[in-house]
Protein backbone atom coordinates (compact mmCIF):
# COMPACT_ATOMS: atom_id res chain seq x y z
CA UNK A 1 0.00 0.00 0.00
CA UNK A 2 1.10 3.40 -1.07
CA UNK A 3 0.62 6.40 1.20
CA UNK A 4 1.12 9.27 -0.68
CA UNK A 5 2.46 12.80 0.61
CA UNK A 6 -0.45 14.38 2.68
CA UNK A 7 1.44 17.67 3.38
CA UNK A 8 -0.05 19.51 0.61
CA UNK A 9 -3.53 18.47 1.66
CA UNK A 10 -2.73 19.40 5.73
CA UNK A 11 -1.66 22.52 4.49
CA UNK A 12 -4.91 23.49 2.46
CA UNK A 13 -6.80 22.43 5.58
CA UNK A 14 -4.87 25.02 7.92
CA UNK A 15 -4.95 27.44 5.27
CA UNK A 16 -8.94 27.74 5.31
CA UNK A 17 -8.86 27.14 8.61
CA UNK A 18 -6.85 30.20 9.22
CA UNK A 19 -9.28 32.11 6.71
CA UNK A 20 -12.26 30.96 8.43
CA UNK A 21 -10.84 33.12 11.42
CA UNK A 22 -10.11 29.79 13.19
CA UNK A 23 -13.62 28.60 13.19
CA UNK A 24 -14.29 24.47 12.77
CA UNK A 25 -18.13 25.38 13.27
CA UNK A 26 -20.76 27.37 11.45
CA UNK A 27 -22.24 30.03 13.94
CA UNK A 28 -24.80 28.69 16.12
CA UNK A 29 -26.85 32.08 16.30
CA UNK A 30 -26.90 31.63 11.97
CA UNK A 31 -30.20 29.66 10.25
CA UNK A 32 -29.26 26.76 8.83
CA UNK A 33 -30.70 27.62 5.97
CA UNK A 34 -27.71 30.33 5.25
CA UNK A 35 -25.05 27.68 5.79
CA UNK A 36 -26.29 24.74 3.52
CA UNK A 37 -25.73 25.23 -0.46
CA UNK A 38 -28.55 24.72 -1.97
CA UNK A 39 -27.81 21.27 -3.10
CA UNK A 40 -28.29 20.22 0.90
CA UNK A 41 -31.34 21.60 1.41
CA UNK A 42 -34.06 18.86 1.91
CA UNK A 43 -38.10 19.04 1.50
CA UNK A 44 -40.38 16.60 2.06
CA UNK A 45 -42.96 15.54 0.05
CA UNK A 46 -47.18 15.60 0.47
CA UNK A 47 -47.02 12.03 2.09
CA UNK A 48 -44.17 12.26 3.85
CA UNK A 49 -45.55 15.54 5.41
CA UNK A 50 -48.84 13.68 5.95
CA UNK A 51 -47.05 10.66 7.70
CA UNK A 52 -45.70 12.95 10.33
CA UNK A 53 -48.94 14.77 11.43
CA UNK A 54 -50.46 10.84 11.34
CA UNK A 55 -47.83 9.69 13.71
CA UNK A 56 -47.87 12.46 15.72
CA UNK A 57 -51.86 11.83 16.49
CA UNK A 58 -51.00 8.37 16.93
CA UNK A 59 -48.55 9.62 19.88
CA UNK A 60 -50.48 11.46 21.35
CA UNK A 61 -53.59 8.98 21.67
CA UNK A 62 -52.86 6.47 25.11
CA UNK A 63 -51.53 3.14 25.08
CA UNK A 64 -54.54 2.13 27.01
CA UNK A 65 -58.79 2.82 26.90
CA UNK A 66 -59.22 4.00 29.89
CA UNK A 67 -63.21 3.75 30.08
CA UNK A 68 -63.04 0.22 28.23
CA UNK A 69 -60.76 -1.43 30.88
CA UNK A 70 -63.26 0.20 33.20
CA UNK A 71 -66.43 -1.44 31.50
CA UNK A 72 -65.16 -4.83 31.24
CA UNK A 73 -64.06 -4.57 34.84
CA UNK A 74 -67.50 -4.06 35.83
CA UNK A 75 -69.27 -6.34 33.69
CA UNK A 76 -66.90 -9.24 34.82
CA UNK A 77 -67.57 -8.11 38.31
CA UNK A 78 -71.16 -8.06 37.66
CA UNK A 79 -71.05 -11.17 35.85
CA UNK A 80 -72.45 -10.18 32.92
CA UNK A 81 -69.58 -10.71 30.52
CA UNK A 82 -69.77 -12.68 28.14
CA UNK A 83 -67.09 -14.37 25.64
CA UNK A 84 -68.14 -14.92 22.34
CA UNK A 85 -66.50 -18.13 21.17
CA UNK A 86 -67.31 -17.19 17.34
CA UNK A 87 -65.30 -14.21 17.00
CA UNK A 88 -62.42 -15.66 19.39
CA UNK A 89 -61.84 -18.03 16.74
CA UNK A 90 -62.48 -15.64 14.12
CA UNK A 91 -59.94 -13.17 15.11
CA UNK A 92 -57.46 -15.83 16.16
CA UNK A 93 -58.14 -17.47 12.30
CA UNK A 94 -57.53 -13.86 10.83
CA UNK A 95 -54.25 -13.34 12.83
CA UNK A 96 -52.82 -16.19 11.85
CA UNK A 97 -53.96 -16.18 8.37
CA UNK A 98 -52.16 -12.87 8.42
CA UNK A 99 -49.04 -13.64 10.11
CA UNK A 100 -48.33 -16.76 6.97
CA UNK A 101 -49.10 -13.90 4.44
CA UNK A 102 -47.00 -11.67 5.64
Not at 16 to 30: H, L, S, T, V, W
Amino acid sequence: MKVSDTRNQVSSVIQQYEINGGKGQADPGKPVSDVLNPEEKVSLSAKAKEIQSLKKAIESLPDVREEKVQELKEQIEQGSYRVNGEKVAESMLRESILDILA
